[in-house]
């Protein structure tokens, strides 16, 4: 018998690539509320989105409306500030 694999991957919204859920950051879309909030222990329900967890990404992911495809609604620039500066102070600490 085979072995499970416990891996979970996803693909990246910018880059496609399928990668590990340990390598992404998770976005998530609560609709009844019409709520987009960052998702960094990925244990909330709701559609979610994710993203290569690289900094260098950011502008490529705001240039391409990548929340707005995932999601299929639209997506403010106040949003992507918002998140932004969450995964500032959260992920992208500078050392």
């Given amino acids: 018998m085979s ?3 416990n ?3 996803r ?3 910018v880059t496609h690539e399928i990668l590990d859920i340990s390598q992404l950051i998770r976005f998530d879309y609560k609709k ?3 709520e987009i909030s960052l998702d960094i222990n990925k244990t909330k329900n709701g ?6 967890n690289d900094p260098e990404l950011w502008s490529q992911f705001i240039k391409i409306k990548a929340l707005n495809r ?4 639209n997506v ?3 949003v992507y500030n918002k998140i932004y500066n969450e995964l500032m102070e959260v992920l992208w600490k500078k050392s």
Wanted: aromatic share 12%; hydrophobic share 15%; charged share 35%.
């Fill in 47 to 52: 559609r979610g989105c994710y993203l290569k």
């Fill in 3 to 5: 072995e499970k694999n």
């Fill in 76 to 78: 403010n620039s106040e």
């Fill in 7 to 9: 891996s979970y991957t």
């Fill in 70 to 73: 995932a999601f299929r609604t």
């Fill in 11 to 13: 693909k990246c919204v």
């Fill in 32 to 34: 009844e509320r019409n």
